[in-house]
């Protein structure tokens, strides 16, 4: 399974307390049942608590905007551009920002499955996952390409991704199964 999606055509959901809205990408499965996993982009618009998810672990990545500070009683953490950082979706984070900001989320269920993210200027690939452009041009193995602000996800298949540009940046996740 293989599927394409293009940021301006994603829903757009606001936060319940009012301080940011989420477009998501996809929630796995999808339907009613709880996620296994699920990857958003998230525009914050104002400083405030995250919603906290246990047995979920997280990993942020600022796309656009100012740095935002993070803190919990178990770490701060600055986010810069395009600079992952996992934390447990069970700690209460506070988030300070300056400045409406962007960010790439992607949560996965502990117990089932686990995702690497990096953000990468060379061919990658994984047989499930998530990636997002997020500079020049990036082709998969069947021609098939995808410019910024584009993105695919994908499960049981391999997919090998390329860039075609000398400034080609991809934020990539790479999704496995816990045994």
Partial sequence: MRTRFDYARLPVSRWRNGGGATREIISYPPGDAPFAWRASIATIDADGPFSAFPGIDRV???LH???VLLRSEHA???LLPHQPWAFPGEWAIDARINGCCEDFNIMTRRDSWHAQVD???HAVSSEHGVAYVLAGEWEAEN???WQP??????LDEPLQLAPRSAEASLL???LSRVP
């Fill in 119 to 121: 953000v990468v200027g």
């Fill in 76 to 78: 701060t953490q600055r």
């Fill in 149 to 154: 602000q584009q993105g695919v996800w994908w």
């Fill in 60 to 62: 942020i990545t600022l």
């Fill in 172 to 174: 990539f996740v790479a």
């Fill in 65 to 67: 905007g100012d740095s």
């Fill in 143 to 145: 021609g098939e390409r």
